[in-house]
C-alpha cells in the first residue's frame, strides 16, 4: 500500500515538473536550440530537431503519466530515459568546465548555471521516476 | 514488448505534435541549423575557452580576468561591461604596439563584443593568442547576456 501512495505522489511530482519544463521550450525554440547548442554534446545536425522535438517528448510523456493509465509506466521509464541523458549531459560538460546555463527549467542564459546542486536535483528526479515507473499501469491507489 | 510499443508510440505522437506544430509556426526553426559556423563552435575548433556568466561576474568583482571589450568605441561608450577596456578589434594591432592598453602575456584575459551573433570578440581573442598571449577567453554572450543577466552596465546616458 505505501509503494502505491509513494508511486501517486511520484507520478504527480514528476508530471507536474515535467509540465512546468515543457512549457518555455515549447514557447521559445530558438531560445532552445542555443541552450543545447551550448552543451557541445549533439552533432550540430541534430541540435534544432531535438529543440523541436524535445519538449514535446516531455509534454506527452507528462500527461500521459498524470492522465492516461494505460500508458503510465511507458511515460515514466521514458522520462527516466530522458533525465538520466540529461544528468549525464551535465556531468560531462561540469567534467569539461562548461560554464553554462542548464536550459533545465528556464531558458534564460543567466538562470540555472549548471552544478552540483543540478545533478543532485536531476538524481532526486530520477528516483521519483522510478519510483512513479513502479505503480502498476491502470490501477488506482488502494484506499487507506 | 508492449512497454516498449508504448514509449514508441509515446514518441511518435511527440514527433508528430512537434512537427506540426513547429510547421504551423511563423517563425518556424528549420530541422537543420547552420551551427557550424556559430561563433562558439568557431572559438572552440581555434582552442579559445568560452567563458559563462560566473567567470565574468568574477572579472567585474575583481578585475581578473581583464575584460576587454572588442566592439568600435562608439559602442563602449555607450555602454559597457563594468571594469572592461576598449580594444577594438579593428585598432587593437596598432594599439598593443603602442602599449595603450598596457597587457601582460601571462594574464588572464576575457573579450566580448555586443551578442552571440557578433564576431569582434573571437576575432580579438584570436589575434591576442597570435600576438602570444597565452591566457585568452572569449565571452560570447556578450553584452547582451550580460544585460539580460541583470548586470549593472557603465558609461551611456
Redo the contacts between chains.
Keep these: 500500500m505505501t509503494t502505491r501512495w509513494l508511486s501517486l505522489f511520484s507520478r504527480w511530482i514528476i508530471g507536474l515538473v515535467f509540465l512546468a519544463a515543457s512549457l518555455p521550450k ?1 514557447v521559445a ?2 531560445d532552445m ?2 541552450a543545447i ?2 552543451y ?1 554534446l549533439l552533432p ?2 541534430l ?3 531535438a ?3 524535445l ?3 516531455e ?3 507528462a500527461v ?1 503519466l498524470l492522465l492516461a493509465p ?2 503510465r ?3 515514466a ?2 522520462l527516466c530515459g530522458l533525465l538520466a541523458a540529461f544528468t549525464a549531459a551535465i556531468a560531462l560538460d561540469l567534467h569539461r568546465g ?4 542548464c536550459g533545465c527549467f528556464s531558458l ?3 538562470l540555472g ?1 549548471i552544478g552540483a546542486l543540478s545533478l543532485l536535483r536531476n538524481a532526486l528526479l530520477l528516483l521519483l521516476a522510478a519510483l512513479a515507473a513502479l505503480a502498476p499501469a491502470g490501477k488506482k491507489p488502494c484506499p487507506p | 514488448m508492449k512497454l516498449m510499443l508504448q514509449m514508441l508510440a509515446l514518441i511518435l505522437v511527440a514527433t508528430g505534435l512537434g512537427a506540426a506544430v513547429n510547421a504551423a509556426r511563423p517563425g518556424r526553426l528549420p530541422w537543420r541549423g547552420d551551427w557550424d559556423r556559430h561563433v562558439e563552435t568557431r572559438a572552440l575548433q581555434q582552442h579559445i575557452r568560452l567563458a559563462g556568466l560566473n567567470t565574468v561576474q568574477r572579472a567585474v568583482n575583481t578585475g581578473a580576468p581583464v575584460l576587454l571589450d572588442a566592439r568600435p568605441a562608439a559602442d563602449f561608450r555607450a555602454g559597457h561591461l563594468p571594469r572592461a577596456q576598449s580594444l577594438p578589434f579593428e585598432l587593437a594591432p596598432e594599439m598593443l604596439a603602442g602599449m595603450q592598453v598596457p597587457l601582460a602575456r601571462n594574464q588572464a584575459l576575457l573579450t566580448y563584443c555586443a551578442r552571440n551573433d557578433c564576431d569582434e570578440g573571437l576575432e580579438l581573442a584570436l589575434l591576442l593568442r597570435q600576438q602570444g598571449y597565452t591566457n585568452v577567453m572569449l565571452f560570447p554572450g556578450g553584452l547582451h547576456e550580460w544585460r539580460a543577466g541583470g548586470g549593472a552596465v557603465e558609461g551611456g546616458l
Design positions: 515549447l525554440p530558438q536550440a542555443l547548442f551550448r557541445h550540430h545536425g541540435v534544432n530537431a529543440a523541436i522535438l519538449p514535446w517528448i509534454l506527452t510523456a500521459a494505460a500508458y509506466r511507458a511515460a521509464l521514458l562548461i560554464d553554462i546555463a534564460k542564459p543567466e548555471r
